[in-house]
């Protein structure tokens, strides 16, 4: 049982490039999260899914975008890298709202130069 | 906006002594949860409090929960070095948003 699995794990982008993060579960979850992770501001919430074909944003969208065509994936795309988004990018997942617990992957470590 | 700020930040014990963090939060939750961070991993689930519950137990680990001060600690027992790590509140609203705000996350050093 592999949980949330995230793709790449490492990224090295220069200033303008696109790249999507793709994150997997085989948990049958219906809750789907992105997070970023820099230093000293704790997570704070990119964008998030609450079921196949649904997305919605959190507290920092701007510059994201995301998909959830299937039930088992949610991608995060960066269409035009800035260097402050450089950063540890999280994703995790949930049964439901009434469960609470969410389940992280390990990352993945973009730079942007 | 985050909802979750732990306090202390930092945190330098001995191996065997308990650590505590704090935890405090704005509005009204369903419930807080305590997460662990291993150095370079991904956040793992450590225990989960109700709204309805004051306290509550998981092995070494002890959450108290005050509503009525929106706050809450975490106490680790007999610290062990394994539990060198980052530890992070997050809080789900009872406004039924869907999701869970962390706290900036507290630093634990456990010296053998």
């Known amino acids: 049982n592999a949980g949330v699995t995230q793709t790449p794990k490492f990224r090295v982008l220069k200033t303008g490039q696109s790249m999507t993060l793709l994150c997997a579960q085989d948990m049958n979850h219906e809750y789907m999260y992105w997070y970023r992770q820099d230093p000293g501001m704790g997570l704070r919430l990119i964008h998030y899914?609450?079921?196949?074909?649904?997305?919605a944003k959190g507290e920092v969208p701007d510059g994201y975008n995301v998909s959830r065509l299937k039930k088992q994936n949610f991608l995060l795309g960066l269409e035009s890298a800035a260097p402050s988004q450089t950063s540890v990018y999280f994703c995790?997942?949930?049964?439901?709202?009434?469960?609470?617990?969410?389940?992280f992957g390990e990352g993945s470590r973009l730079t942007v130069l | 906006s985050q909802q979750g700020e732990e306090d202390p930040q930092a945190l330098s014990i001995q191996e065997g002594e308990n650590a505590t963090m704090n935890c405090s939060y704005k509005?009204?939750?369903?419930?807080l949860q305590w997460y662990r961070q291993n150095s370079g991993r991904g956040l793992v689930h450590l225990i989960l409090?109700?709204?309805?519950?004051r306290e509550k137990h998981s092995g070494r680990l002890r959450v108290t929960l005050d509503t009525s001060k929106k706050s809450s600690s975490l106490l680790i027992t007999a610290s062990r070095a394994a539990d060198t790590a980052s530890y992070f509140c997050a809080t789900d609203s009872s406004y039924g948003n869907n999701r869970l705000a962390f706290g900036k996350g507290n630093q634990v050093v456990v010296i053998p």
């Open positions: 509005t009204s939750i369903n419930n």
């Open positions: 899914s609450v079921g196949e074909g649904t997305t």
């Open positions: 995790a997942s949930r049964p439901g709202l009434s469960t609470g617990e969410l389940f």
């Open positions: 409090i109700r709204s309805n519950e």
